[in-house]
Every structure is written in structure tokens, then in C-alpha cells.
């Protein structure tokens, strides 16, 4: 595995962006460099695309770090998923406004931002509930390729449409977002670091503080320890918890997952009784939470029924195959365990997201820890390869200098 390097203040951190960015570029096309996907597992090509200015409520932002997340990976490689390309995906990132449409009045020229693949109208039922995150108007649409204003892409190349991918396409130097989708940020924030907080990690260590939330001297039980999951931990972490015991098959993970407060580590191959059993055993009854990161159905069951009876919460992150059945004992509810679901870690785009920036510059989360590969957007492809052999947490990729 290749390290992760300490880096310099980036040169865009030192300087006034607002000042940098040319205010000649605003109302008119851009053209400039994309990853283009042009069809199901081919290597994406560096193609210069054609973006057009923001429409009413858009934000044109110029992309400076992104991350591949699996969710791009997934939907590049179209296994059981409707194909739709040419793509650019991405949507793991951070960057700063270039210019911004009609009617957007809390974000201009020169912010520092992360877009977000679902969103926060700040009008919908959901919007305006404290419990929900789920905004009606802009909740992810992973089939969409078009902006939701006009139903028209803003990347094309010689005229021909290039689709969207989530509202964001952050594999571009430039994209267009609904202004819903756009978090600002501290213009002290190094765009390096955050911009793996608008996916992976702020799934995941919100599954553990919003939705688990476990007391202080808790224990806890994560199901997968890739970047969700380990995010997950560092969640549990935050909390306080004096037990975390990290699920998986691969024990080569479990010296990584120590630095995200893992305590423990159970590989379910090594026992023949249930995995739910051994971690009774090993936790006077069963945790006071479970987290499960992996999307297998049988993983879900395991981690409801190891949570204690009359207290015990279990989280359901991993997104299931269409098909998949969720069955267990009517008793194991009727004892008084609890199972949610949560989307997004449960956290607002525009409301939360600025304030898990402000966690990391004050040292209470670590993300330097999750980036474990660094490439240069030329080399893109190669994010995609490390993700195939399953190598390291995130990749982050320069986009823009």
C-alpha cells in the first residue's frame, strides 16, 4: 500500500481565490479538461468539454481535489445498473465557485465549497425536519443525467451532450451544481483534506454519531471496514466508545483499522457458531451498537442480532442487491432491540456539512488517515485500478492547479 504524503499548503489556500478566479469567464462556455466515460469499464479519457455558464439556482465551480468513491465505480463498471454514457462521474470532491447562476445569493466568486451528491432545498417537508436529510426536490437520482431545471446537461463536447452523474461531476475542472448541492466552507480549509467529507466518511461516522449514537464507554461493532466502515469507527471513536470490535474477512485490515479506533478484530471464517453468537460471548450479551457498511443482506441480520436485547441499536448503511430479504425472529424486535436505516450519515448537505470541516481544522476528526493513494488527473485511470485490486481507502486525484 502506498502512503499517503504530507502535503504542502496548497498554492489556492494562500492566496485570494476570488481574486485569482477572472470574472471574464462568468455567463460564458468554459472550455476545459474532463474524464470521460464513453462506455461500461472503459478506461476513462482526458477530453476537453465544453461547460456551459450556470442556469437560475446553478453554481459553476472550478473542481480542485476529487476522490473516486465506489459509488462511481459501480455505476462506471453498469453491472446491473441502466448504462448511461458518455458520463462524467465523480462526485467526492472539493473546489471553488467560478460563477454563480440567477437567484443565488448565499454563494459567490471564490467560495470554497463542496458539492454533494444529494442536497438541501431548505423548503421541503424534509428539509424542514430536524430527522430527515432526504430533501424531495433534490435527494440523489443516480439515473438522471441532465440538470433538473431544463432537463439539459452543461458538458458537451463539438455539441454533442456529455451526461451528468449525480448532480455533481466532479471529474471535470469544472461542473455545474444546483446551488441545493453546494456546501460552503472555511476559507481556511485545505481542499485536499475536506473533500473526502461530501461522501465515505461523513456516511459513515454519521451512521455511528447521529443515528447509533452511543454513549461514552459504549461498545460497538462495525460490519466492513472499508472506508465507510472505518469511517464508521473513527465515529465511534469521536463517541467515546471503549469497545470497538471491527467485522470482516480480511485480517490483513485489521493493523489499519486500529487507527481508526478499532479494538478488536473477528473474522467470521474462523469460527464455525454464528458471528452474532461469538460476539455475544465476547460482550456480556451483545453490542450497545452495530454498524453494518457492506450491503449483504445476511451481514444485516448478523449485525441486528448482535446488538443487546432491551437497548442494543443496529444501522443499516450498505445499500442491498434489489432482490434481497431482510428476515429475523419477531422476538428479536419484541426484546427491544431497535433497527434503523440512514442515507448520507443522516447529515444535511448546506447545514452539517460545514461544521465537519470545522471538526477537522480543530483536530477533533482525522482525514489524512483515509487518503492512502494520490494521482495526478491524467492518470485517473489508475484510481480506478487500485479500487479493481482493492488497494487502500481513498484516492485522491489533483484535478485542477
Same mark, same amino acid.
Given at each position: 500500500?502506498?502512503?499517503?504524503?504530507?502535503?504542502?499548503?496548497?498554492?489556492?489556500?494562500?492566496?485570494?481565490?476570488?481574486?485569482?478566479?477572472?470574472?471574464?469567464?462568468?455567463?460564458?462556455?468554459?472550455?476545459?479538461?474532463?474524464? #470521460?466515460?464513453?462506455?461500461?469499464?472503459?478506461?476513462?479519457?482526458?477530453?476537453?468539454?465544453?461547460?456551459?455558464?450556470?442556469?437560475?439556482?446553478?453554481?459553476?465551480?472550478?473542481?480542485?481535489?476529487?476522490? *473516486?468513491?465506489?459509488? +462511481?465505480?459501480?455505476?462506471?463498471?453498469?453491472?446491473?445498473?441502466?448504462?448511461?454514457?458518455?458520463?462524467?462521474?465523480?462526485?467526492?470532491?472539493?473546489?471553488?465557485?467560478?460563477?454563480?447562476?440567477?437567484?443565488?445569493?448565499?454563494?459567490?466568486?471564490?467560495?470554497?465549497? *463542496?458539492?454533494?451528491?444529494?442536497?438541501?432545498?431548505?423548503?421541503?417537508?424534509?428539509?424542514?425536519?430536524?430527522?430527515?436529510?432526504?430533501?424531495?426536490?433534490?435527494?440523489?437520482?443516480?439515473?438522471?443525467?441532465?440538470?433538473?431545471?431544463?432537463?439539459?446537461?452543461?458538458?458537451?463536447?463539438? $455539441?454533442?451532450?456529455?451526461?451528468?452523474?449525480?448532480?455533481?461531476?466532479?471529474?471535470?475542472?469544472?461542473?455545474?451544481?444546483?446551488?441545493?448541492? #453546494?456546501?460552503?466552507?472555511?476559507?481556511?480549509?485545505?481542499?485536499?483534506?475536506?473533500?473526502? *467529507?461530501? @461522501?465515505?466518511?461523513?456516511?459513515?461516522?454519521?451512521?455511528?454519531?447521529?443515528?447509533?449514537?452511543?454513549?461514552?464507554?459504549?461498545?460497538?461493532?462495525?460490519?466492513?471496514?472499508?472506508? #465507510?466502515?472505518?469511517?464508521?469507527?473513527?465515529?465511534?471513536?469521536?463517541?467515546?466508545?471503549?469497545?470497538?470490535?471491527?467485522?470482516?474477512?480480511?485480517?490483513?485490515?485489521?493493523?489499519?483499522?486500529?487507527?481508526?479506533?478499532?479494538?478488536?478484530?473477528?473474522?467470521?471464517?474462523?469460527?464455525?457458531?454464528?458471528?452474532?453468537?461469538?460476539?455475544?460471548?465476547?460482550? +456480556?450479551?451483545? #453490542?450497545? @451498537?452495530?454498524?453494518?457498511?457492506?450491503?449483504?443482506?445476511?451481514?444485516?441480520?448478523?449485525?441486528?442480532?448482535?446488538?443487546?436485547?432491551?437497548? $442494543?441499536?443496529?444501522?443499516?448503511? $450498505?445499500?442491498?442487491?434489489?432482490?434481497?430479504?431482510?428476515?429475523?425472529?419477531?422476538?428479536?424486535?419484541?426484546?427491544?432491540?431497535?433497527?434503523?436505516?440512514?442515507?448520507?450519515?443522516?447529515?444535511?448537505?448546506?447545514?452539517?456539512?460545514?461544521?465537519?470541516?470545522?471538526?477537522?481544522?480543530?483536530?477533533?476528526?482525522?482525514?489524512?488517515?483515509?487518503?492512502?493513494?494520490?494521482?495526478?488527473?491524467?492518470?485517473?485511470?489508475?484510481?480506478? +485500478?487500485?479500487?479493481?485490486?482493492?488497494? $487502500?481507502?481513498?484516492?485522491?486525484?489533483?484535478?485542477?492547479?
Amino acid at each position: 500500500m502506498q502512503s499517503a504524503q504530507t502535503h504542502k499548503k496548497p498554492i489556492e489556500d494562500t492566496i485570494d481565490l476570488s481574486s485569482k478566479l477572472l470574472s471574464s469567464t462568468a455567463g460564458q462556455v468554459i472550455t476545459c479538461k474532463a474524464a #470521460v466515460a464513453w462506455g461500461p469499464g472503459q478506461p476513462l479519457k482526458i477530453e476537453e468539454v465544453q461547460v456551459a455558464p450556470p442556469q437560475a439556482m446553478e453554481v459553476r465551480i472550478k473542481v480542485y481535489y476529487t476522490a *473516486l468513491c465506489r459509488t +462511481d465505480f459501480v455505476f462506471w463498471e453498469a453491472k446491473g445498473q441502466t448504462p448511461l454514457f458518455p458520463r462524467i462521474f465523480g462526485h467526492e470532491a472539493a473546489g471553488v465557485v467560478e460563477s454563480v447562476g440567477e437567484g443565488v445569493t448565499d454563494l459567490k466568486p471564490g467560495d470554497k465549497v *463542496l458539492p454533494v451528491f444529494t442536497g438541501e432545498c431548505k423548503e421541503c417537508r424534509h428539509c424542514k425536519s430536524e430527522d430527515s436529510n432526504m430533501c424531495d426536490l433534490l435527494r440523489i437520482n443516480s439515473g438522471r443525467g441532465v440538470m433538473i431545471s431544463d432537463g439539459k446537461s452543461r458538458f458537451s463536447i463539438d $455539441g454533442k451532450p456529455i451526461y451528468h452523474f449525480v448532480g455533481t461531476s466532479t471529474f471535470s475542472e469544472y461542473t455545474v451544481v444546483h446551488v441545493g448541492c #453546494v456546501a460552503k466552507i472555511n476559507p481556511e480549509a485545505p481542499l485536499d483534506k475536506v473533500c473526502i *467529507l461530501s @461522501c465515505g466518511v461523513a456516511t459513515g461516522m454519521g451512521a455511528t454519531l447521529n443515528v447509533g449514537k452511543p454513549k461514552k464507554g459504549s461498545t460497538v461493532a462495525i460490519f466492513g471496514l472499508g472506508s #465507510v466502515g472505518l469511517a464508521a469507527a473513527e465515529g465511534a471513536r469521536i463517541a467515546g466508545a471503549s469497545q470497538i470490535i471491527g467485522i470482516g474477512s480480511n485480517s490483513a485490515k485489521f493493523e489499519q483499522a486500529k487507527l481508526f479506533g478499532v479494538t478488536e478484530f473477528i473474522n467470521p471464517a474462523d469460527y464455525e457458531k454464528p458471528i452474532q453468537q461469538v460476539i455475544a460471548e465476547r460482550t +456480556d450479551g451483545g #453490542v450497545d @451498537c452495530s454498524i453494518e457498511c457492506t450491503g449483504n443482506v445476511k451481514t444485516m441480520i448478523q449485525a441486528f442480532e448482535s446488538c443487546h436485547d432491551g437497548w $442494543g441499536v443496529s444501522v443499516l448503511v $450498505g445499500v442491498p442487491h434489489s432482490e434481497a430479504v431482510f428476515a429475523t425472529h419477531p422476538v428479536n424486535f419484541l426484546n427491544e432491540r431497535t433497527l434503523k436505516g440512514t442515507f448520507f450519515g443522516n447529515y444535511k448537505p448546506r447545514s452539517d456539512l460545514p461544521g465537519l470541516v470545522e471538526m477537522y481544522l480543530n483536530k477533533e476528526l482525522e482525514l489524512d488517515k483515509f487518503i492512502t493513494h494520490e494521482v495526478s488527473f491524467a492518470d485517473i485511470n489508475k484510481a480506478f +485500478d487500485y479500487m479493481t485490486n482493492r488497494e $487502500g481507502l481513498r484516492t485522491l486525484i489533483k484535478v485542477a492547479d
